[in-house]
């Protein structure tokens, strides 16, 4: 008996950010109907916030640029991190990544650039100032009526603002704007905002279709060639974290509110789908914000993290995964606290998004304190005097010699891209204490999936027709974050080898 559907295409995409958009595109560009299905008003998910930092080694635009990157160089580069336990998504990664770049650059409304930021770690293949990239700007003005359904900038779309259609799409936003822009461009790509995913169709035990909820009402809407699931992890599910151990919160997640609760996990473990690496995250140090949010920071040029405790515990300078598995070894360490001096009246010694604002607001709302000593200091934010004096003291004298005995954290060619000298001491009265907690920029456990994107049982057969990519996937750099860019990059190969695997 024949499924009744309210919508039927060959390619049903669930989730809107880079990994989706890529596979949506490659569905669309050989001719299959394809639809994205977006639960909230705009697309981009976390995409949309992040850099766009692209980690897709040995591609035309890096050759472009005279980097120093191959394949075979970012192969050692894994299996030094990685080991051989996922070699094989490894090579999957390592071969689509330039291919599906070469593909991606032919369509006109799509373009890269090579920009410098290193790896997040010393190893063999690693290369000086980095591999990854990034989408070029995007005039508003070429994708027309299209803008409206690009998420804005993470300050101006947490404020409740839109677009400023005066400024060009950048990082994130101009990695949607392309994709969308391409998308849309095939005459075959349809897009379906404010409907939820909440199950999954089968016919003969191979995935047909989902069932959504769009304004208030079921929705059926059939697959004939396959769905790929790449919306995102379950960083905003409060219940599902807690089940799997995943430390911080959701209220303190990157992804944009409402996004990211996991329900492609769960429908697709609820027709047998296998998932691996549920406890672990992409992490992040994360500076409280006025409006009681978190924003993310990839590198300190200044100051010093302590815990409850007063003391310091990391290399302050290490890359915002690695710091963030520093933050959740104790429990200490959520709250921490960047303690710096007046050198920069205010303004927190660090890059960050959204920016950090007037530090006055901060110092009205409580996630900025001020004194006039070290002493001080630790007893309005309630750590012990005696060790936080102690804790900057000794970075002090670190920080004239050059060189942290402690930690080392002039060491790393990461610490020096975000300006010198890496130490700075802390001296000038008044002092700061602003409050750091582990955050996230999603979840990384997921739906076990095959080297074609397939989702697997736990037998290790896959189920026919279905498909998941990015966050909704498990992760194959298991406990590492190699470098910026590997999350949109896996997901945007692992998107298009799924494309692939559909139109044969």
């Given amino acids: 008996m ?7 295409y060959d390619v049903v995409v669930v989730g809107s950010g880079g990994g989706a958009l890529t596979g949506a595109y ?14 909230t008003p705009r697309l981009g998910g976390m995409s949309a916030y992040s850099g766009a930092a692209l980690w897709l080694p040995g591609s035309p635009v890096q050759k472009r640029d005279g980097v120093p990157d191959s394949t075979e160089s970012a192969r050692t580069y894994l299996r030094a991190l990685l080991g051989d336990g996922t ?11 330039p291919r599906l770049v070469a593909r991606l650059e032919n369509d006109p409304a799509i373009a890269f650039r090579f920009r410098e930021f290193p790896d997040y770690y010393e190893r063999p293949g690693r290369v000086p100032g980095g591999r990854s990239f990034v989408p070029a700007d995007l005039d508003p003005g070429d994708l027309g009526e299209l803008l409206s359904l690009v998420r804005p900038p993470v300050d101006r779309d947490r404020t409740g603002q839109e677009h400023d259609e005066s400024a060009p799409l950048t990082a994130g936003r101009a990695l949607i704007g392309r994709l969308l822009l391409a998308y849309d461009r095939t005459g075959h790509g349809t897009v379906r905002t404010r409907t939820r995913m909440d199950q999954l169709v089968t016919t003969h035990e191979r995935v047909t279709g989902i069932v959504a909820t769009r304004h208030g009402r079921r929705v059926r809407i059939g697959a004939r060639r396959g769905v790929l699931l790449a919306g995102g992890g379950f960083e905003h599910n409060e219940r599902l974290r807690s089940i799997h151990g ?6 303190c997640s990157m992804a944009p509110t409402v996004t990211n609760t996991g329900e492609p996990v769960l429908a697709a473990t609820a027709i047998g789908a296998d998932t691996d690496l549920m406890h672990e995250g992409w992490w992040c140090p994360g500076l409280m914000m006025p409006d009681g949010q978190p924003a993310f920071v990839c590198g300190f ?17 290490l890359p915002y995964d690695r710091f963030g598995r520093e933050m959740a070894q104790e429990p200490s360490r959520t709250p921490s606290y960047v303690i710096f001096d007046d050198r920069t009246a205010g303004a927190i010694p660090a890059v960050m998004l959204p920016p950090w604002g007037d530090p006055a607001a901060h110092l009205a709302s409580g996630t900025l304190t001020k004194a006039d000593s070290p002493e001080q200091l630790a007893r309005l934010i309630g750590v012990p005097a005696d060790r936080l004096a102690a804790a900057v003291e000794r970075f002090n004298g670190f920080a004239d010699k050059g060189q942290d005995e402690e930690f080392g954290r002039e060491s790393d060619e990461y610490g020096h891209w975000f300006g010198e000298p890496v130490l700075r001491p802390v001296r000038k009265a008044p002092f700061y204490a602003a409050r750091l907690v582990l955050a996230d920029l999603g979840t990384k456990g997921g739906l076990v999936t095959d080297t074609s994107a397939r989702v697997l049982r736990a037998d290790r057969t896959p189920i026919a027709g279905l498909y998941a990519a990015g966050n909704t996937s498990a992760s194959f750099t298991g406990a590492f974050y190699p470098g910026p860019g590997i999350p949109i990059g896996t997901a945007m190969v692992f998107g298009s080898l799924a494309a692939k695997d559909m139109t044969g």
Avoid: I
Avoid at 246 to 251: F, H, K, N, Q
């Fill in 2 to 8: 024949a499924e009744k559907w309210d919508e039927e």
């Fill in 26 to 39: 490659l569905t669309a560009v050989a001719g299959l109907e394809t639809v994205v299905v977006e639960k």
């Fill in 87 to 97: 070699a094989g998504k490894q090579d999957a990664f390592l071969a689509e990544a």
């Fill in 246 to 251: 995943v430390p911080g919160s959701a209220g």
């Fill in 301 to 317: 040029f200044g100051g010093l993290v302590v815990d409850a405790h007063g003391s310091r515990y990391a290399n302050e300078s």
